[in-house]
């Protein structure tokens, strides 16, 4: 499975972004996914988690209020809304699918990842 996340780009503290995550193709099992983040030398840090279903869903702390994922399973293709967006939002965005039918805030428990997109914020 390829996954190919998209919709990064540079904004303004206060602005929205939405990004996408296409898989080439529907995992084997019904595994949630997830969105992730990273900053140069920092760990990558876990942001949000979406069911196969898309009933269930998580979010880290400091997005929480903020960013909803979301996922359209006939379009093989997960969406996070970014609303609010801050400075500290400033990262490589992510997206993974994981080994099994919940999320985790673990990489380990992830066995594809995408490219990553730069989401950048100017204050």
């Known amino acids: 499975v390829q996954l190919q996340a998209s919709g990064g780009g540079l904004v303004q503290a206060g602005d929205s972004l939405r990004l996408s995550c296409t898989a080439s193709?529907?995992?084997?099992?019904?595994?949630?996914m997830s969105w992730f983040r990273q900053v140069p030398g920092k760990e990558r840090e876990f942001v949000a988690t979406i069911s196969w279903r898309g009933d269930v869903t998580n979010y880290a702390d400091s997005v929480k209020g903020r960013f909803t994922i979301s996922r359209d399973n006939a379009k093989n293709t997960m969406y996070l809304q970014m609303n609010s967006l801050k400075p500290d939002d400033t990262a490589t965005y992510y997206c993974?699918?994981?080994?099994?039918?919940?999320?985790?805030?673990?990489?380990?428990?992830?066995?594809?990842w995408g490219q990553g997109t730069l989401v950048t914020v100017s204050s």
């Open positions: 193709r529907r995992t084997s099992s019904n595994n949630a």
């Open positions: 993974a699918t994981s080994r099994y039918g919940y999320g985790s805030v673990r990489t380990s428990d992830y066995n594809y």
